[in-house]
């Protein structure tokens, strides 16, 4: 096809793309990166390990940031590591990663998951470590598989749900009892531990396929391969726990979703969830055993989460600094935060004004003949005959303006207290809103809190971020 189109062209070889022409791509678009991330003063990172199926021990860095009203992401490293993970080691990675990009003084937090070696690596590098959220919801949904009657219910489930995979007919009956039923084509879902929400994803799926699945195991070509007692054992009672189950569990889900977005602030989204979640799984009189049972095991494990006392005050420090929950803690927890808020803004502010600019590309650029050549002419306004008429109240109202401007200047401190004054009087926004955009739209009348959100605004509540780029590598480095 090359020669057609044009003889003459010699297409690069693969030695020229792996070792010459993406090299230099990657080289680039590095150094564009630096050259964005230098106009940024707070960042935030999130951290991962993966092994792969040739048994490399990966290790991503990704960051997170606000740029003019928007949050951003990039991945900053995926490289394989060959050396055993401890904390010390993992933390010479990040750190060395983080040095290459020149944000050694710029990482706010770094979101990581439970595992012992980040919490070693973090501790030495000085960074707030936040847990991922997403992984403490799934641990708390995994300590229901401790209760004897939930383990012996989802058993009966998953055997049904293995059949169903395991036969090739199986599937083409299920979807004609699907068809004349009017339900969802949808596949049933086998629960794998290991993978976030998944038994709460197989009983739904269950349950929505139910009468489905019982008109395939009544089809007379499936009659006779299927155990009889695979979905006899399935009795009303089960049917009523699966469908308790979903109530109790649902919220877990929708929260996963909920602080696994990576295109709005979810650091701030942690407090708030948490009090929803302690209100849902609170037991009363009025749940069965079940019920009771799942709700004190899942809250049993969320409730000793996040207790660091540093962890606790950035966390609602960033509740308070989203226009959507700035209204959720109570008065008088909210009075000394708002004091943290006003000592961080006025620190932050002095920082600003200290820190010498950032210098413009285009300051150095040299100026051709033509734009130092003065013009020739030089052009005049004129003045309206409105502005004829009035020109000695004109002047008088630029003295008056002058004169005030010259007046005393409001100290940061009464700066920053007059925007958290206008701050808590402004309503919350609805929860579907943007907040950092919400801040890039107030940024003229509360320019010192503009700059103080994006500190907090920037902190992903959870590492998807590092687990999607897995995700991404499965796909290049797979068995094929």
Same mark, same amino acid.
């Given at each position: 096809?090359?020669?057609?189109?044009?003889?003459?062209?010699?297409?690069?070889?693969?030695?020229?793309?792996?070792?010459?022409?993406?090299?230099?791509?990657?080289?680039?678009?590095?150094?564009?990166?630096?050259?964005?991330?230098?106009?940024?003063?707070?960042?935030?990172?999130?951290?991962?390990?993966?092994?792969? =199926?040739?048994?490399?021990?990966?290790?991503?860095?990704?960051?997170?940031?606000?740029?003019?009203?928007?949050?951003?992401?990039?991945?900053?490293?995926?490289?394989?590591?060959?050396?055993?993970?401890?904390?010390?080691?993992?933390?010479?990675?990040?750190?060395?990663?983080?040095? #290459?990009?020149?944000?050694?003084?710029?990482?706010? /937090?770094?979101?990581?998951?439970? /595992?012992?070696?980040?919490?070693?690596?973090?501790?030495?590098?000085?960074?707030?470590?936040?847990?991922?959220?997403?992984?403490?919801?799934? %641990? /708390?949904?995994?300590?229901?598989?401790?209760?004897?009657?939930?383990?012996?219910?989802?058993?009966?489930?998953?055997?049904?749900? =293995?059949?169903?995979?395991?036969? *090739?007919?199986?599937?083409?009956?299920?979807?004609?009892?699907?068809?004349?039923?009017?339900?969802?084509?949808?596949?049933?879902?086998?629960?794998?531990?290991?993978?976030?929400?998944?038994?709460?994803?197989?009983?739904?799926?269950?349950?929505?396929?139910?009468?489905?699945?019982?008109?395939?195991?009544?089809?007379?070509?499936?009659?006779?391969?299927?155990?009889?007692?695979?979905?006899?054992?399935?009795?009303?009672?089960?049917?009523?726990?699966?469908?308790?189950?979903?109530?109790?569990?649902?919220?877990?889900?929708?929260?996963?979703?909920?602080?696994?977005?990576?295109?709005?602030?979810?650091?701030?989204?942690?407090?708030?969830?948490?009090?929803?979640?302690?209100?849902?799984?609170?037991?009363?009189?009025?749940?069965?055993?079940?019920? *009771?049972?799942?709700?004190?095991?899942?809250?049993?494990?969320?409730?000793?989460?996040?207790?660091?006392?540093?962890?606790?005050?950035?966390?609602?420090?960033?509740?308070?600094?989203?226009?959507?929950?700035?209204?959720?803690?109570?008065?008088?927890?909210?009075?000394?935060?708002?004091?943290?808020?006003?000592?961080?803004?006025?620190?932050?502010?002095?920082?600003?004004?200290?820190?010498?600019?950032?210098?413009?590309?285009?300051?150095?650029?040299?100026?051709?003949?033509?734009?130092?050549?003065?013009?020739?002419?030089?052009?005049?306004? #004129?003045?309206?005959?409105?502005?004829?008429?009035?020109?000695?109240?004109?002047?008088?109202?630029?003295?008056?303006?002058?004169?005030?401007? /010259?007046?005393?200047?409001?100290?940061?401190?009464?700066?920053?207290?007059?925007?958290?004054?206008?701050?808590?009087?402004?309503?919350?926004?609805?929860?579907? #809103?943007?907040?950092?955009?919400?801040?890039?739209?107030?940024?003229?009348? %509360?320019?010192?809190?503009?700059?103080?959100?994006?500190?907090?605004?920037?902190?992903?509540? *959870?590492?998807?971020?590092?687990?999607?780029?897995?995700?991404?590598?499965?796909?290049?480095?797979? #068995?094929?």
């Amino acid at each position: 096809m090359c020669t057609a189109l044009n003889p003459r062209y010699q297409p690069p070889s693969r030695d020229d793309l792996s070792n010459t022409l993406i090299p230099a791509w990657y080289s680039v678009e590095k150094s564009n990166l630096i050259q964005k991330l230098a106009q940024v003063n707070k960042v935030a990172i999130t951290c991962d390990g993966w092994t792969s =199926v040739a048994q490399d021990h990966f290790l991503t860095v990704t960051v997170h940031y606000i740029y003019k009203g928007r949050m951003m992401q990039n991945v900053l490293s995926t490289e394989a590591v060959y050396e055993s993970q401890t904390g010390l080691v993992v933390a010479k990675e990040i750190s060395s990663v983080v040095e #290459q990009f020149n944000l050694g003084q710029k990482v706010i /937090a770094a979101t990581v998951d439970n /595992a012992s070696n980040m919490d070693v690596a973090l501790k030495n590098l000085n960074f707030l470590k936040v847990g991922c959220f997403a992984h403490t919801l799934n %641990l /708390a949904a995994q300590k229901v598989y401790d209760i004897p009657a939930v383990s012996s219910w989802c058993a009966k489930i998953c055997s049904v749900v =293995v059949w169903l995979k395991r036969s *090739s007919l199986s599937k083409t009956v299920l979807r004609e009892k699907q068809r004349l039923l009017n339900l969802p084509e949808h596949n049933v879902i086998l629960d794998v531990k290991t993978r976030w929400n998944s038994l709460f994803l197989m009983v739904e799926r269950f349950i929505e396929q139910f009468d489905a699945i019982q008109a395939a195991v009544l089809d007379q070509r499936l009659r006779m391969p299927m155990e009889k007692d695979k979905l006899e054992g399935f009795t009303c009672t089960d049917l009523t726990k699966a469908e308790m189950f979903i109530k109790c569990m649902q919220v877990l889900y929708t929260s996963t979703m909920c602080v696994s977005s990576e295109k709005s602030p979810t650091c701030s989204q942690i407090i708030p969830i948490l009090m929803k979640l302690e209100a849902h799984f609170r037991q009363s009189d009025e749940d069965t055993v079940f019920t *009771s049972s799942v709700k004190g095991k899942v809250w049993g494990s969320l409730q000793n989460r996040y207790q660091d006392e540093n962890l606790q005050k950035f966390l609602k420090e960033a509740t308070l600094m989203d226009p959507r929950f700035k209204g959720k803690l109570d008065e008088g927890e909210a009075a000394d935060i708002w004091d943290r808020l006003e000592k961080a803004a006025v620190a932050n502010t002095t920082a600003a004004v200290e820190q010498p600019p950032i210098e413009d590309p285009q300051a150095d650029r040299v100026m051709d003949d033509a734009e130092m050549k003065p013009e020739k002419y030089p052009r005049t306004v #004129q003045k309206s005959a409105l502005e004829k008429l009035f020109e000695d109240e004109d002047r008088q109202l630029k003295e008056d303006a002058a004169s005030h401007t /010259a007046g005393r200047v409001p100290s940061i401190t009464e700066q920053v207290q007059k925007e958290l004054d206008i701050y808590k009087r402004l309503p919350r926004i609805p929860s579907g #809103q943007d907040p950092v955009a919400w801040w890039w739209s107030k940024r003229d009348t %509360l320019p010192n809190l503009t700059a103080l959100s994006n500190t907090y605004l920037c902190v992903p509540a *959870s590492s998807t971020p590092s687990e999607r780029v897995f995700s991404c590598a499965g796909h290049a480095i797979s #068995q094929e």
